[in-house]
């Protein structure tokens, strides 16, 4: 699609789309009886927060790579989002969720490292002329951009490509990849944490201390519960877009300091304004659950939080375009070979130390698409559960460079 191109380009028209759609979503899934009960029955509410907005993307209507919409989500809605999520959190409860979310958490990441070696080796015994050589369109150094992007985020992905030295069309590619192959596995979590308590039930995962963790969270509330005022609601608006506003310029500062000062930092994502605001953002949210402020769980706080969660879904899905899955075909199966070793690894992990399907979910998101991912599913399945996502996420921006400049020089050693 160009610039310019789409039906609605108003970034006001474009929020209420979004607005409308989650609307609708939320009402039709509430419904008891009719259509709607049965279909909600099998698709959940999440994934139609997200694939709906697909389609205005698809069909021209809204040109997601084109629009504020997502950055406003991105830099304004999920920060404060995040200090809703986890200004109630008990850090004692999500250290007893124990070793096994941060053994899938490695696993994810150990998954993406292997799974694009396997998938280059694969290409070139099948499609040898994809491998493009050794100059900068080599598929191999656009490959290793890709690693950057699935362990850490856009910022991974960038530093990658210097790195590397991808040029502009395989990286044009390769960011193609990562939309549609990232965005469709996304899609299957949001189902999967539609139908979590089966699977768990079959597989026989021990989700004890899950269970534990929501049960403290609800048994919280339901003890605070209250019925918020006005002044309740403008002081969670308060240390919501507060916290945000300082993290902000906070960010504004550090990132110029680590530029000028510690340019050699750029690979542990330093140079990232989101980095810098997610990671504030979290910590000024952890530090407010020490206080009386944890105390505002019980006027909404995470369901504020969850709300401006929602918008974000809807936002990541104005940018999936489902016919991109027929221009570059060649190209996708590659990203969905390595994508499919991510996965298989997870699950056989997972079915040998009988990890809950949340631990998959988390672990994988929190690679594959960081910070503005991992709580979005960690949520689907609990909103108690979104900081996990966070706490995750962040440390895959702590190991993303490494691992993918590990990845990058495998993909390196088979592409030439």
């Known amino acids: 699609m160009q610039e310019g191109s789409a039906l609605v380009t108003n970034n006001a028209v474009i929020l209420g789309l979004i607005a409308a759609i989650l609307g ?46 997502y950055s406003v989500a991105k830099y304004f809605l999920l920060p404060a989002c995040l200090v809703l999520l986890t200004l109630s959190i008990d850090l004692k409860a999500i250290s007893e969720l124990g070793g096994k979310a941060v053994i899938m958490f490695l696993t994810g990441t150990v998954g993406v490292v292997i799974g694009g070696p396997i998938a280059l080796l694969v290409t070139s015994a099948t499609m040898p002329e994809l491998l493009g050589g050794a100059g900068p369109e080599a598929v191999w150094r656009g490959m290793a951009a890709l690693a950057g992007s699935w362990i850490g985020g856009g910022a991974n992905m960038v530093a990658m490509k210097e790195i590397y030295g991808a040029g502009g069309e395989i990286f044009t590619i390769m960011v193609t990849v990562d939309i549609v192959v990232a965005n469709l596995w996304m899609a299957a979590l949001l189902y999967i944490a539609g139908r979590h308590k089966e699977i768990d039930a079959r597989s026989g995962a021990d989700t004890t201390s899950i269970d534990r963790l929501i049960d ?36 504004d500062l550090l990132v110029p300091f680590f530029v000028e000062h510690y340019p050699g930092l750029k690979k542990f994502s330093l140079h990232s304004k989101l980095f810098w605001i997610i990671v504030l953002v979290t910590t000024i949210g952890l530090a407010l659950s020490f206080t009386k402020v944890r105390q505002y769980e019980a006027v909404g706080a ?115």
């Open 302 to 416: 995470s369901k504020i939080g969850s709300s401006f969660l929602y918008i974000l879904v809807a936002t990541i899905g104005l940018h999936m375009d489902i016919t991109k899955i027929v221009e570059a075909p060649k190209y996708v199966v590659i990203g969905v070979m390595w994508m499919a070793v991510h996965i298989g690894l997870l699950f056989l992990v997972a079915k040998i130390i009988k990890a809950p399907i949340f631990y998959v979910a988390v672990g994988s998101k929190a690679n594959i698409g960081g910070a503005a991912s991992a709580p979005v599913v960690a949520s689907a399945f609990h909103p108690a559960l979104a900081p996990v996502g966070v706490l995750l996420a962040v440390l895959g921006y702590a190991l993303g460079t490494y691992m993918a400049w590990l990845c990058g020089q495998l993909l390196r050693i088979i592409g030439n």
């Open 24 to 69: 609708f979503v939320f009402y039709t899934s509430n419904l008891k009886q009719g259509f709607w009960a049965k279909f909600y029955k099998y698709v959940p509410a999440l994934l139609m927060c997200y694939f709906l907005p697909s389609l205005l993307n698809t069909f021209g209507i809204v040109d997601g790579n084109n629009n504020d919409v």
């Open 216 to 251: 403290k969270v609800q048994k919280f509330e339901q003890e605070h519960a209250r019925k918020p005022e006005l002044k309740d609601l403008m002081l969670l608006i308060a240390f919501a877009f507060g916290a945000t506003g300082l993290a902000h310029f906070a960010a």
